[in-house]
């Protein structure tokens, strides 16, 4: 008996931009609409540190992405 095989995901399913775009950008929203009202002054670093960790989340993707394209050898597959 063998298993089917499996079939590939599609690339729109595998693309992380969109979701480090979209968390960046509400963490970005948050940020403004938290220091424009005194009262949630106490969610200021929260969401300072969700605004850099979308920063630093798409700065390792454009890093990897760029290994990856010139080839380099412990680059991930598949960000091209």
Do not use: H
């Not at 690339?11 to 929203?29: H, K, M, Q, S």
């Not at 630093?56 to 080839?71: E, K, P, V, W």
């Amino acid at each position: 008996m063998t298993t089917p095989p499996v079939p590939e995901i599609p690339p729109r399913f595998t693309d992380p931009r969109p979701v480090l775009a979209v968390g960046t950008i509400g963490f970005l929203i948050a940020t403004v609409a938290v220091w424009a009202n005194d009262a949630w002054a106490t969610a200021r670093p929260v969401c300072l540190m969700g605004l850099a960790v979308g920063l630093l989340g798409y700065t390792i993707f454009a890093i990897q992405r760029r290994s990856a394209r010139r080839g380099d050898k412990g680059a991930q597959l598949g960000l091209d």
